[in-house]
């Protein structure tokens, strides 16, 4: 049986937030010593993730179980996204607040990985998006990081959001998103 696919918006997916954080917890078990991958500290970057404008929540289901998802929201015109940001061209980090879908976060339970959960789930999220393009960060040393190139993402450059995250390499996609990706 397929995994059952949900759009949520912030008001619902703010009463996911335990749940949302049980996956967390369990997609990155491996990481979970860096503090910054905590429980505690992904569920701060969530609450703020949640008063993103055009916020948008994709769950993936299994009866009762919370198998997977993938959330984002639209940059505003005044973003802080590329803040610190190393890009060769300066006209990746302008924003309209209509120009860029910020694809947050993609975790799928490790007992359900490499099933094709993430995949359903990115296309799910972005493929009606009204926006020009999507951004994502990505640590270089993430598996994920070949499938997303696969799937159509570009590196644009590098940038460490917060004081104690990684650096991360930024990628972006032009939406929508065209066959064979959809």
Known sequence: ?????????????????????????????????????????????????????????????????LLGYAFGGTLPANTQWWRGSEVADPDVTRETGQRTFAFREILVRRAHQRRGHAHRLHNELLGARAEERATLLVRDDNPARELYLRWGWHLVGHLQPFPDSPRFEAMVIPLP??????
Do not use: C, K
Not at 34 to 60: H, I, K, M, W
Not at 177 to 182: K, N, R
């Open 1 to 65: 049986m397929g995994a059952a696919l949900a759009h949520h918006d912030a008001q619902h997916a703010a009463t996911l937030r335990d749940e949302l954080i049980d996956v967390h917890l369990d997609a990155r078990a491996d990481l979970l010593d860096n503090p910054f991958y905590s429980g505690q500290r992904f569920g701060e970057r969530l609450d703020n993730y949640l008063l993103s404008p055009g916020f948008d929540l994709v769950t993936a289901r299994i009866g009762a179980e």
């Open 177 to 182: 998103l065209v066959p064979p990706l959809v």
